[in-house]
């Protein structure tokens, strides 16, 4: 698809009395001097051409409608239009500035074959108020260069399968995207045309202008593939139901993402894997888009849960889905999967421990965002200060295999409540001045110790803080059983102020 008046479009679709306006022009400053960049059908048929100075343009047309070019508008225009392609096919690229390629392989059936698809899009902008020209081919640079180059009269709309090279031989040898010296070269040769390249020798053109050139040729004929970038990631797995008349009821919206999500789990199991991004598409009648995305912290295939994660994230919308003159095509897509084999049951039958714990992780996530619901994970560090990170918990594996499970029989080496900053507390006796203590003071209340283990040093990590001082950790217990994890700032010294700190409570 090549928009060959884009930005003259953009600009007459925002104007309600454009049809009384004269020719149109958008202009640049180019080499010191008002130059066109892009003009209009009238000021094509007034004889207009794009490189022409803003002061030819008026000695020939006084009263010409000039605007400045706006590339960042054009572009946002030509985003919109390939948004709403995507409702012809899932896989859309961006030929900048001015063009679109899709890939409509197994899309066309949809839409009554290859001429119906190619109808169908050519009304839809011609509605819209945009010049376009659609060439089907079985080569992406076949199709861009037929919509670009081929002349208006004679233009070969589809080409048949293995037709390729002979639908491009009468093409100018622009068609290539050649450097302009390169092109300039080539034409002096007296080679005018793409056929002529293709009647010599590959080798000559080799030698003189690189093998990129004559990659070129070739992805022009259809003998070679085209790396191409869609500008959105190709769903794995989608389902998509279309609409004789649009809807706008949320019953009829739920109804439609059931079914969708019972044919998307259905595929999800016959391939044994099981979904961990999922997005809703819905496409108004008036060409806008708005896409919904869900993330799970395991992969899921079934179709209730999908549908009432969906439930939990529109509700949740800040901008709640306004469904305008109604959603005429919905899709659900898979754009990430991951193996997922069968799962046994409790003996209840209902779901494991851990399965619920993710299910509950999803829903939150769903309402509130990824970001909003975290759990602890353990780091690879002795620092007891950065023994655990929360990290969503979607992100994350909802078991509890990721923590290191203690020994049988051994009480905890580490508190399961920690305090950050680590409290401080007053030290009424010790029976030894490096010893632990005998009874301290935390929070207006007198503690006395009948036990102590320890002590326990941990040094700080020299590449984070190499001026904190060793700690010397203790394990208490006081007389009516609780147990507490205190530490010594730095090493006992004689004379020296000794600080002590409360850095957890055993459960």
Not at 252 to 267: K, P, T, V
Not at 345 to 361: F, M, N, S, T
């Amino acid at each position: 698809m090549w928009f060959p008046l884009l930005p003259a479009d953009r600009i007459i679709r925002q104007r309600k009395d454009a049809r009384d306006k004269p020719p149109l022009v958008a202009v640049e400053k180019q080499k010191g001097a008002m130059r066109i960049v892009a003009l209009s059908r009238e000021a094509k048929r007034a004889g207009l051409v794009v490189g022409l100075t803003l002061a030819d343009a008026r000695a020939r047309i006084p009263d010409l409608w000039v605007e400045e070019i706006d590339r960042i508008a054009d572009a946002a225009l030509l985003d919109a239009v390939a948004e709403d392609c995507d409702r012809v096919s899932p896989v859309v690229m961006v030929d900048a500035p001015d063009g679109l390629i899709l890939d409509i392989t197994g899309c066309d059936h949809l839409f009554g074959g290859e001429a119906g698809l190619r109808l169908g899009l050519s009304q839809r902008l011609r509605r819209a108020r945009i010049n376009a020209r659609t060439v089907i081919a079985g080569a992406p640079d076949t199709a861009r260069a037929l919509a670009r180059h081929a002349p208006l009269q004679g233009r070969i709309a589809i080409v048949a399968p293995g037709e390729e090279a002979a639908a491009v031989r009468s093409l100018p040898i622009a068609a290539l995207g050649l450097e302009e010296k390169d092109r300039v070269a080539i034409s002096r040769a007296g080679l005018k045309t793409i056929g002529a390249l293709i009647d010599r020798p590959s080798q000559l053109f080799a030698s003189r202008f690189g093998e990129e050139m004559t990659l070129r040729l070739r992805r022009l004929q259809g003998l070679a593939p085209a790396p191409l970038t869609p500008r959105r990631n190709v769903p794995a797995i989608w389902s998509e139901r279309r609409f004789a008349e649009p809807i706008g009821r949320e019953e009829d919206i739920h109804s439609a993402l059931a079914d969708m999500a019972r044919e998307i789990g259905d595929e999800l199991a016959a391939r044994r894997e099981g979904g961990r991004v999922f997005e809703a598409s819905f496409y108004r009648a008036d060409g806008a888009v708005r896409r919904v995305a869900i993330e799970t912290g395991r992969p899921v295939r079934q179709g209730e849960t999908l549908l009432r994660l969906f439930r939990e994230k529109l509700d949740a919308l800040a901008d709640p889905l306004d469904p305008g003159f109604g959603f005429d095509q919905m899709r659900l897509c898979v754009l990430h999967a991951d193996p997922l084999a069968a799962v046994q049951p409790g003996l209840d039958g209902r779901a494991i421990e851990d399965d619920a714990v993710a299910d509950l992780a999803d829903r939150l996530s769903a309402r509130f965002g990824p970001e909003r619901v975290v759990r602890f994970l353990p780091e690879d560090t002795h620092d007891p200060d950065r023994a655990a990170r929360a990290a969503p918990a979607i992100f994350n594996p909802m078991t509890s295999s990721v923590w290191p499970a203690p020994e049988a029989g051994e009480p905890p080496l580490r508190p399961s409540q920690i305090f950050n900053p680590p409290q401080r507390i007053a030290i009424r006796f010790a029976e030894i001045p490096d010893g632990p203590p005998r009874r301290f003071s935390w929070r207006r209340k007198e503690f006395t110790v009948r036990r102590a283990e320890g002590p326990e040093r941990i040094a700080p990590e020299w590449w984070r803080a190499p001026d904190d001082a060793a700690r010397d950790y203790y394990r208490i217990e006081d007389a009516e059983g609780r147990r507490f994890w205190l530490f010594r700032a730095g090493a006992y010294a004689p004379g020296a102020d000794t600080h002590w700190y409360l850095h957890g409570v055993f459960a």
